[in-house]
């Protein structure tokens, strides 16, 4: 088992490339600010790939696609490579997506994340509604 902050083992844990980005104190649920301390702009756009379901009488009708969103987050620590893990989501700040108007979404998690070596924060999140 392979936890944050622990000794290396002999094996590298899947998650070892998130851990390496967390500095000492990160707190996931603050949001990240940039570096002149103001509000962090989150950049999202939708990608329909689906729509079935339709129903005309009662005007209803069901998506499928991702949701895109970017950000950077300056309290990140890179160590002279970029991030490609999904996993890393769950161990790092990332923004709440709230679908309003719908009789129902879901999101499965984070399907892509990347982070640059400029620290910024590209995930994809693949949703039904």
């Known amino acids: 088992m392979c936890l944050e902050h622990e000794p290396p083992v002999s094996e590298p844990c899947e998650d070892q490339d998130c851990f390496d980005l967390i500095p000492e104190g990160y707190r996931k649920y603050v949001t990240p600010r940039t570096p002149n301390g103001e509000r962090l702009n989150v950049t999202f756009s939708l990608s329909i790939f689906d729509m079935d379901e339709i129903n005309t009488e009662k005007m209803d009708f069901r998506l499928h696609g991702y949701v895109h969103s970017v950000w950077s987050d300056m309290r990140l620590i890179m160590n002279g490579s970029e991030v490609n893990n999904g996993k890393c989501a769950k161990h790092i700040w990332t923004?709440?997506?709230v679908f309003e108007a719908v009789k129902s979404a879901d999101l499965?998690?984070?399907?892509?994340?990347h982070i640059s070596l400029d620290k910024i924060v590209n995930m994809a999140q693949r949703f039904d509604s």
């Open 108 to 113: 499965f998690g984070s399907s892509y994340l």
């Open 95 to 97: 923004p709440e997506v």
